[in-house]
């Protein structure tokens, strides 16, 4: 191996600010924003059972990508076999999750009218997600560093 091949092996970089966001940043925005969410229309659940319904699936859901995403983030951490695999396998389920949580609101029983209000801003909470884990996955696949750690790209 030579001195460059060195010097770009290991988890530094953005492969650290990566590993850094997978196992604490994301979980953590993810468990808050659930708490959050579930605070601010516990009130209505009474009287809303499709927002209870949508709460809890997308709860559901979060906890989920937040444990993957904390098991991710430790195996591109400590470099293990199949850590890039595992890491492609997270990043197509955020983008299709995000693609997902588009129709939640049509799946628990919101009415046309009301979906209005919610629609907009998760429109342009998906597209955020998929452009974040489409400049991972780019990152994943072009990083020098990436290729000399894991021994190849994806």
């Known amino acids: 191996m030579d001195e460059i091949s060195l010097q770009l092996k290991g988890v530094k970089g953005w492969l650290l600010l990566m590993c850094i966001s997978l196992t604490i940043l994301d979980p953590s925005s993810i468990v808050l924003n659930s708490i959050i969410m579930t605070n601010l229309t516990k009130p209505y659940f ?4 499709e ?3 949508m709460v809890l699936i997308n709860g559901t859901c979060s906890i989920g990508l937040a444990v993957f995403s904390i ?3 430790i195996s591109l951490w400590k470099v293990l076999p199949n850590a890039l695999i ?3 396998k997270y ?5 299709l999750y995000s693609v997902f949580s588009l129709f939640i609101p049509t799946l628990v029983g919101f009415q046309a009218g009301s979906i209005k209000g919610i629609s907009g801003n998760n ?3 998906s597209l955020l997600t998929i452009l974040y884990a489409s400049a991972w996955y780019l990152y994943l696949k072009k990083s020098r560093r990436v290729k000399t750690t894991y021994g190849s790209n994806l």
């Not at 009474?46 to 059972?49: A, I, L, Q, R, S």
């Open 91 to 95: 990043l197509f389920a955020i983008s």
């Open 46 to 49: 009474d009287k809303h059972t």
């Open 86 to 88: 595992t890491a492609k």
């Open 71 to 73: 098991y991710t983030g």
């Open 51 to 53: 927002l209870l319904r």
């Open 123 to 125: 429109v342009f909470n």
